[in-house]
DNA sequence: CTTTACATGTAAGCCGTTACATGATTCT
DNA sequence: AGAATCATGTAACGGCTTACATGTAAAG
């Protein structure tokens, strides 16, 4: 059992989904392909862990559904009140920052402009996600923390934080070179 | 030649180190352990991108001083300037996070006290770090972009924002789930 | 007519962690 | 007496990415 398989149970422990479907789901909390989860779903069914239902279609191509088993969500649980590992964070942008004196100051204006434009299409995306959740609106009003939208309110706030200090970052930065 | 290979160019672009100083050095930005730096380093010798000195020492084991080439540099400025790949963060807290209404309160409170105390504690080490950089006294000195002081300057900046907003963010969470 | 989305799976290879191996000095 | 720091290296294993493999339908 390593941490992408608890993940998936996470996912799981919320709704019902495909392989497919999980994959899409856990991209922004876990970078993680197809090949990757299809067999680590496969070892979890072995366990017993979770359950699949075949779904036959005919536009698309045959599913296979996921469910958490009770036996299953009684792991996650005893998992989720464990501590936390340390968040790992693996930005190429550091490494050229550490050394950034080498550049020309055109090389450094490229590469912080690219740099404020993903955080602004991170958080542009977040913000678009907001819209999604019917609660949130303009993220004034409150989810109890006892609903099953809690989990993705407080993911997606602290996403919009994270990109809005960053871009506000490389902002920082640009000021600084211009001078 | 990987990420982590164009990280160790990049810091020995600002001075010499042995291969343990180098793991010290990149840790902040990029994890990585003395058995995976160790074999890269010697790969980047065979390519002519860095050369060493033997150090004999008679206290401490014997060591080798790494410095960069005039072919390391330009094929690292030739790095520099291209797009940087997005950053990939692993954050085990986010997993809990999306299905945390899945377990009890006080379960909910310990995992954000914890996360507060990293956050915290990160905090207090980068701004432990700002001391030793003479310029920085208390973030309102800056610095020249063209110093070599400025890559630490602007990492730490980065850092320190970062540290502070996902505090803030711990603490906002912690405010809903008391109410 | 090509790409994207849906949908599942395997194989090869690189990346990263843990463990093995050695050895002196300093701190607790 | 045991742990931490300095210092280098290899081996085994697990995690993650890229590529191989197949097939339909919708959208550009």
Known sequence: MNTLSFG????????????YELMLKIQPFWQAKHSQIYP??????????????????????????YSITEKGLNELKQWMAESSAEPVTRDEMMLKAYCISIVDVDVIQTLFD???????NRLAKYKNYCEL????????????????????????????????????????????IKK
Chains 1, 2 share one sequence.
């Open 40 to 65: 680590l779903l496969a070892a979890l069914v072995k366990e017993g862990l979770v359950l699949f239902e075949d779904v036959a279609q005919s536009d698309k191509p045959d599913k296979k559904i």
């Open 133 to 176: 959740i019917p609660k949130i609106d303009g993220g004034i009003a409150e989810i109890d923390f006892h609903s099953p939208q809690f989990g993705l309110y407080i993911i997606l706030k602290k996403a919009i934080m994270n990109a809005e200090v960053n871009l506000e970052w490389c902002r920082w930065v640009k000021s600084q």
């Open 8 to 19: 998936l149970l996470c996912i799981l422990a919320t709704h019902n989904y495909t392989g």
């Open 114 to 120: 690219e740099q404020e434009q993903m955080y602004a």
